[in-house]
């Protein structure tokens, strides 16, 4: 019984030391990473099979800038590892994952 009462003091001014720096304060928030997404040059022509929106980057974490229309003409500039693909259309030029796009004629 001793040793646990020992154990919880120590554990108890262990907490206390630490309570200044943060460590026991404040829970641990691991902080937001962008995930690595290497693009590589792409050159081609595409269009969406159906709506789909067009985002700032090559993640669905990334914020929506516009939708992109079945039909509409996108210029492909870039691929990354993980099927998004970096296009330029009429609205702008962000990111669509490539599964949602038509095959088209593209190089890399």
Known sequence: MNNIIR??????????????????????????????????????????????????????????????RPGMPLNILASSNYGWMQVRSADGTGWVYGSYLAPGHYRR
């Open 7 to 68: 154990h919880c003091a120590i554990a108890a001014l262990a907490a206390a030391s630490l309570a200044p720096f943060g460590a026991i304060a404040q829970p641990y928030t691991p902080p937001r990473e962008q995930a690595y997404v290497p693009a590589y040059r792409a050159a081609g022509t595409t269009t969406p099979v159906h709506a789909v929106f067009l985002r700032a980057g090559p993640s669905t974490e990334e914020p929506v800038i516009g939708t992109l």
